[in-house]
């Protein structure tokens, strides 16, 4: 069974920064994909961005691209997410997730482990 925490969320500027960590633990971890997910009050779970288990494919959604970079360290077994020039619209719950199958569109497919979530908070 894969296990996830993430770490790293907190309260930050419009235009600051945060490093988002998520440790893992469980078997074969590092062969599957991994993607970071937010949800924001009231909203549903959208995916932010998604990394496969090599780190050769990466996937982020139209509204971070450039501004987030994610990230793994599979003999740490972590995966980070770097935000940059945060937004007040950023602000959510952020979730980490490994998915299992092999679907190269890293934006499909079921992620079937979550961890429990960290906030993200960007004031304007």
């Known amino acids: 069974q894969v296990q996830l925490v993430e770490s790293g969320g907190g309260l930050v500027q419009a235009g600051g920064s945060l490093r988002l960590s998520c440790a893992a633990s469980?078997?074969?971890?590092?062969?599957?994909?991994m993607g970071w997910f937010r949800q924001a009050p009231g909203k549903e779970r959208e995916i932010v961005a998604a990394?496969?288990?090599?780190?050769?494919?990466?996937y982020y959604r139209d509204s971070v691209k450039g501004r987030f970079t994610i990230s793994r360290d599979n003999a740490k077994n972590t995966v980070y997410l770097q935000m940059n020039s945060l937004k007040p619209e950023d602000t959510a719950v952020y979730y980490c997730a490994v998915r299992s199958g092999t679907d190269a569109r890293l934006w499909v497919g079921r992620y079937d482990y979550w961890g429990q979530g960290t906030q993200v908070t960007v004031s304007s």
């Open positions: 469980g078997r074969m971890l590092s062969r599957y994909a």
């Open positions: 990394i496969s288990w090599s780190g050769g494919s990466t």
